[in-house]
Every structure is written in C-alpha cells, then in structure tokens.
C-alpha cells in the first residue's frame, strides 16, 4: 500500500521552530517530486514548497522565503520542511505529497493526511 505519512506538527510561539517530516511507505521517495502544501481555515490549500526529483532544485512561495527549507533525505525515505521564524499566519494543516514534476500548483499522485501546525503565543 502506498502511504505518506506527515508528522511533527504542534503548538510553537511565534518566532519558533517545526521540522515536517513525510515518511513514505510502499514505494521510494527519491524517484518523486515532493511538494508542502497547507490549509488554513476558511482558506485554499495553497503550496508552500517543492523539491525535485531529479536534480533537486527547489521551490518556496514568497511567503515562507528565507524561513523555510525543504530537504530530502533518500536513506530514510523521508522528506523534510524545516520552518524557522514561525508566524501566526503559518497556522495550517501542512500536508506533502509526490508526484513526477515538481510543483506548487497540486498536481501530484499522492498525499498525506496532514499534520496540524499552530503558531500562537
């Protein structure tokens, strides 16, 4: 069964810290694009991030820009979403999913079932 699986969401004041992980199961994440979307409430799901699959260029909306930082790691199978410098306005469900282009716009195969992000003092 192919699953992604999305974890280290919480509660952090503002101006903290998160790491997102997405762990696949199933099937190997190095052969797909990964992309970070979230949804706040009352809001569109918006993309957040992307890597590539094949040279691993990556992608940030202008919002998350020089806060956050997506990684791969291909011997945990396991993607990564380092966010720094946290903003109430980063409170969503954040969900990965891959797919075989990189992009911030959801086109991708399969997804998470998110974890929730809080940012509040």
């Known amino acids: 069964q192919l699953q992604l699986v999305e974890s280290g969401g919480g509660l952090v004041q503002p101006g903290g810290s998160l790491r997102l992980s997405c762990a696949a199961s199933?099937?190997?994440?190095?052969?797909?694009?990964i992309g970070w979307f979230r949804q706040a409430p009352g809001k569109e799901r918006e993309g957040v991030s992307c890597?590539?699959?094949?040279?691993?260029?990556?992608y940030y909306a202008d919002s998350v820009k020089g806060r956050f930082t997506i990684s791969r790691d291909n011997a945990k199978n396991t993607v990564y979403l380092q966010m720094n410098s946290l903003k109430p306005e980063d409170t969503a469900v954040y969900y990965c999913?891959?797919?075989?282009?990189?992009?911030?716009?959801?086109?991708?195969?399969?997804w998470g079932q998110g974890t929730q992000v809080t940012v509040s003092s």
């Open positions: 999913a891959a797919g075989s282009i990189a992009t911030m716009t959801g086109e991708y195969d399969y």
């Open positions: 199933g099937f190997t994440l190095d052969y797909y694009a």
């Open positions: 890597i590539s699959s094949s040279d691993g260029s990556t």
